[in-house]
């Protein structure tokens, strides 16, 4: 065989090496633009990832295909016998689902320079977008490999059973990974496009691009996720006993978010051109969002019986909400040091830092999980405040008429379970943006009528 069997087990250094590479790619957006001139250095950075993660997945497919009778999938799901079909059943819906999704989340950022929507972009935005993507990639490779990634799918089965224990997975698991998988790909065309609006606006097709296919898929992600335990109070209680579903609701949440506050926020950005308006803008946001955090995170822990009640929940909302916080706070200093970005980067740092928390928050303890709606919620805080200083101070009807929303949003994620909080605060962020867009829209309509009149 080309492949070892089980190529993960047989050399014990594969899965380290590969979570290594990945946390190099960390780093894409200063390393790549370095060793640019240094052809057989950066091939190899650039192509160690996904050629380890197809290594996986070539040995994973010759296992199945040959009923290798110690591959743990072999010896739990097919047994001996079965036929072909069943075979690639269980490689397309197993564990190879998974590697397959890295695999096509690195191969997409290292190939992202040949997007059609960046045809007649220059090298300089090419490189930079694919430095990003590549970043964008290797934090969610990082996050893949410790969550979905589980030491028993590597290792084999010493004592298989004598017939299979497990039923085979449908082929709708198939797609929904491919869905959640481009939901990633796209919010890494969104950071990378928001990232070098300020200096040019070659990355205005694939941003607007991004932004509509997101608008598909993640209705349709929201749509899956309503009808999963994800809707049941027992699953905030162990939300990782289910990886596939975290990692789905995790990627829902970030996808949303970036899609809506990020996307809005960083083309209002380019409005406020005077340095007092984006000081007022940030310091608003901030106080809100510290109130909007603190108080929606206790209320979800409150009603998760395992984080206590009163003042414990109120302890454990603070608690998390700070260190949410504190990760956007560390990261506006990051302009300071030459890692600009956008219009405002201060804002767009602090935007992204809170976002990116979220998977770290997630690994840190299952009180992590307590921030999904709280996070939501916080993200309609900024088209909030960007209308109310877009519309100016004689103006103020629609910047009262989002809060309103957000308002309402906020007080029945307070007074709702964990469950059905998640999904009215994926609602009020995506109504808020929605009509600060669509007055963001009709402004920029009435100038032009003006100014040709």
Same mark, same amino acid.
């Given at each position: 065989?080309?492949?070892?069997?089980?190529?993960?087990?047989?050399?014990?250094?594969?899965?380290?090496?590969?979570?290594?590479?990945?946390?190099?790619?960390?780093a894409?957006?200063?390393?790549?633009?370095?060793?640019?001139?240094?052809?057989?250095?950066?091939?190899?950075?650039v192509?160690?990832?996904?050629a380890?993660?197809?290594?996986?997945?070539?040995?994973?497919?010759?296992?199945?295909l040959g009923?290798?009778?110690?591959?743990?999938?072999?010896?739990?799901?097919?047994?001996?016998?079965?036929?072909m079909g069943?075979?690639?059943?269980?490689?397309?819906?197993?564990?190879g689902?998974v590697?397959g999704?890295?695999?096509?989340?690195?191969?997409?950022?290292?190939?992202?320079?040949?997007?059609?929507s960046?045809?007649?972009?220059?090298?300089?935005?090419?490189?930079?977008?694919? %430095?990003r993507?590549? /970043?964008h990639?290797? @934090?969610?490779?990082?996050? !893949?490999?410790? =969550? +979905?990634?589980?030491? *028993?799918?590597?290792?084999?089965?010493?004592?298989?059973?004598t017939?299979p224990?497990?039923?085979?997975?449908?082929?709708?698991?198939?797609?929904?990974?491919?869905?959640?998988?481009?939901l990633?790909m796209?919010?890494?065309?969104?950071?990378?496009?928001?990232?070098r609006?300020?200096?040019?606006?070659?990355?205005?097709?694939?941003?607007?691009?991004?932004l509509?296919?997101?608008?598909?898929?993640?209705?349709?992600?929201?749509?899956?996720?309503?009808?999963?335990?994800?809707?049941?109070?027992?699953?905030?209680?162990?939300?990782?006993?289910?990886?596939?579903?975290?990692m789905?609701?995790?990627?829902?949440t970030?996808a949303?978010?970036?899609?809506?506050?990020?996307?809005?926020?960083?083309?209002?950005?380019?409005?406020?051109?005077?340095? %007092?308006?984006?000081? /007022?803008?940030?310091? @608003?946001?901030?106080?809100? !969002?510290?109130? =909007? +955090?603190?108080?929606? *995170?206790?209320?979800?822990?409150?009603a998760?019986?395992?984080?206590?009640?009163?003042?414990?929940?109120?302890?454990?909302?603070?608690?998390?909400?700070?260190?949410?916080?504190?990760?956007?706070?560390?990261?506006?200093?990051?302009?300071m040091?030459?890692?600009?970005?956008?219009h405002?980067?201060?804002a767009?740092?602090?935007?992204?830092?809170?976002?990116?928390?979220?998977?770290?928050?997630v690994?840190?303890?299952?009180?992590?999980?307590?921030?999904?709606?709280?996070?939501?919620?916080?993200?309609?805080?900024?088209?909030?405040?960007?209308?109310?200083?877009?519309?100016?101070?004689?103006?103020?009807?629609?910047?009262?008429?989002?809060?309103?929303?957000?308002?309402?949003?906020?007080?029945?994620?307070?007074?709702?379970?964990?469950?059905? %909080?998640?999904?009215?605060?994926?609602?009020?962020?995506?109504?808020?943006?929605?009509?600060?867009?669509?007055?963001?829209?009709?402004?920029?309509?009435?100038?032009?009528?003006?100014?040709?009149g």
């Amino acid at each position: 065989m080309a492949f070892p069997f089980m190529l993960a087990a047989s050399a014990p250094w594969y899965l380290p090496g590969l979570f290594l590479a990945c946390l190099s790619w960390t780093a894409a957006f200063s390393l790549l633009p370095r060793i640019e001139h240094r052809t057989l250095v950066k091939r190899l950075y650039v192509w160690v990832p996904p050629a380890m993660v197809m290594g996986l997945l070539l040995s994973r497919a010759i296992d199945l295909l040959g009923l290798e009778p110690g591959h743990p999938e072999v010896a739990l799901i097919l047994g001996q016998g079965v036929d072909m079909g069943a075979r690639l059943r269980v490689l397309f819906t197993g564990q190879g689902a998974v590697e397959g999704a890295l695999f096509s989340l690195l191969v997409f950022a290292v190939l992202s320079p040949k997007l059609p929507s960046l045809r007649g972009a220059s090298m300089a935005t090419t490189d930079a977008v694919q %430095s990003r993507m590549m /970043t964008h990639a290797g @934090w969610w490779g990082l996050l !893949t490999l410790m =969550v +979905l990634f589980d030491p *028993t799918a590597y290792e084999p089965m010493g004592s298989p059973p004598t017939v299979p224990t497990r039923s085979l997975a449908p082929w709708s698991v198939l797609l929904s990974i491919v869905l959640f998988t481009l939901l990633l790909m796209m919010a890494g065309e969104i950071m990378s496009a928001t990232a070098r609006m300020a200096s040019t606006g070659e990355t205005r097709l694939l941003f607007h691009r991004a932004l509509m296919k997101t608008a598909v898929a993640g209705a349709a992600a929201w749509w899956l996720l309503i009808q999963t335990d994800a809707m049941t109070p027992d699953w905030w209680a162990r939300p990782m006993m289910d990886a596939r579903l975290a990692m789905g609701v995790l990627i829902a949440t970030y996808a949303t978010l970036m899609a809506t506050s990020h996307a809005f926020s960083t083309v209002a950005e380019g409005l406020h051109s005077a340095a %007092s308006r984006q000081a /007022t803008v940030l310091m @608003w946001t901030l106080t809100i !969002t510290t109130a =909007v +955090l603190v108080s929606i *995170t206790s209320a979800t822990a409150d009603a998760v019986e395992v984080y206590g009640a009163g003042l414990d929940a109120v302890l454990t909302g603070w608690r998390w909400a700070v260190l949410a916080l504190t990760a956007g706070v560390v990261a506006m200093t990051l302009p300071m040091v030459g890692f600009d970005a956008a219009h405002h980067p201060e804002a767009w740092w602090f935007r992204m830092a809170m976002m990116l928390f979220l998977p770290v928050a997630v690994l840190m303890a299952d009180g992590g999980w307590l921030l999904m709606p709280a996070m939501l919620v916080a993200g309609s805080v900024f088209p909030v405040v960007h209308l109310f200083v877009m519309a100016g101070a004689s103006r103020r009807t629609p910047g009262v008429l989002a809060a309103s929303v957000l308002l309402l949003g906020m007080l029945f994620c307070v007074i709702s379970s964990p469950e059905q %909080s998640l999904f009215l605060a994926a609602g009020s962020v995506i109504s808020t943006t929605a009509f600060a867009t669509a007055w963001y829209r009709r402004e920029l309509q009435r100038s032009a009528v003006e100014s040709t009149g």
